[in-house]
Antibody, heavy 119, light 112 residues
Framework: EVQLVESGGGLVQPGGSLRISCAAS????????LTWVRQPPGKGLEWVSL???????YYAESVKGRFTISRDNSKNTVYLQMNSLRSEDTAVYYC?????????????WGQGTLVTVSS | DVVMTQSPLSLPVTLGQPASISCRSS???????????LNWFQQRPGQSPRRLIY???NRDSGVPDRFSGSGSGTDFTLKISRVEAEDVGVYYC?????????FGQGTKVEIK
C-alpha cells in the first residue's frame, strides 16, 4: 500500500529556514516523481516543487531560489529545504505522487505538515 | 501561467439534487499528444485532497458514479448527479497540460 507521511513542520521566524520530510512506503522514491503542493490556511492549492525519477527538479516561481527539493533513496524520503521564509509561505505542505502519468494530477497524498512563518 | 477559473465559488445544494461546477482555462488544455490534462480534486473538511477525475472524464477507483467530468478545449464541467452529505467540501480543477501545473480557486459545496 502506498503511503506518504510528512513531518518537520512548525513555527519559524521570517527569514528563517526549515526542512520538511516526506517518508514514502509501498514504493520507491528513486523511480517515481514526487511533488510538494501547499495550501495556505483557508485558501486554495498551489503546486510548489517536484523531483523526477531522473533527479531533475522544478519549482514554482514563488519559491525558486529559496526552496530545494531532494531525496534520500536509502531512507525512501523526499525533502523540501525552505530558506528565506516569508509570511506568505505559511501553509500546510502536502507531499503527493502520481498514478496514471505526471500530467494527470496526483492520486496519492500525505496528511500534510503545517509550516507557520511568523515572528 | 494558465489561469483556471471556477464558477461558482460557493454552491449550496439540496440533498439528492444535482450540482454542476464549471472550470475554464485561459488556454486550450489539449496537449501535443492529443490528450487533455484536466483533473478534478475533492477536499473534504479537514482532509487532504483526493483525486476524483483525471484527463477530463476518467473516474478514479472508488469514486461513486454520481460524479462525472466532461468538456473540451477550455471549458470543463464536474457534475454530481445526486448530492449526498459526504460530498460536502471544496472541489478544485487542475491542469497538467501547460507548465507550471495550476489549480482553480476552488468551489465550496455545502448542503442547504
Amino acid at each position: 500500500e502506498v503511503q506518504l507521511v510528512e513531518s518537520g513542520g512548525g513555527l519559524v521566524q521570517p527569514g528563517g529556514s526549515l526542512r520538511i520530510s516526506c517518508a514514502a512506503s509501498g514504493f520507491t522514491v528513486w523511480n517515481n516523481y514526487l511533488t510538494w503542493v501547499r495550501q495556505p490556511p483557508g485558501k486554495g492549492l498551489e503546486w510548489v516543487s517536484l523531483i523526477y525519477s531522473a533527479g531533475s527538479t522544478y519549482y514554482a516561481e514563488s519559491v525558486k531560489g529559496r526552496f530545494t527539493i531532494s531525496r534520500d533513496n536509502s531512507k525512501n524520503t523526499v525533502y523540501l529545504q525552505m530558506n528565506s521564509l516569508r509570511s506568505e509561505d505559511t501553509a500546510v505542505y502536502y507531499c503527493a505522487r502520481d498514478k496514471g502519468g505526471e500530467r494527470s494530477g496526483w492520486y496519492y497524498w500525505g496528511q500534510g505538515t503545517l509550516v507557520t512563518v511568523s515572528s | 501561467d494558465v489561469v483556471m477559473t471556477q464558477s461558482p465559488l460557493s454552491l449550496p445544494v439540496t440533498l439528492g439534487q444535482p450540482a454542476s461546477i464549471s472550470c475554464r482555462s485561459s488556454q486550450s488544455l489539449v496537449f501535443s499528444d492529443g490528450n487533455t490534462y484536466l483533473n478534478w480534486f475533492q477536499q473534504r473538511p479537514g482532509q487532504s485532497p483526493r483525486r476524483l477525475i483525471y484527463q477530463v472524464s476518467n473516474r478514479d477507483s472508488g469514486v461513486p458514479d454520481r460524479f462525472s467530468g466532461s468538456g473540451s478545449g477550455t471549458d470543463f464541467t464536474l457534475k454530481i448527479s445526486r448530492v449526498e452529505a459526504e460530498d460536502v467540501g471544496v472541489y478544485y480543477c487542475m491542469q497538467g497540460t501547460h507548465w507550471p501545473w495550476t489549480f482553480g480557486q476552488g468551489t465550496k459545496v455545502e448542503i442547504k
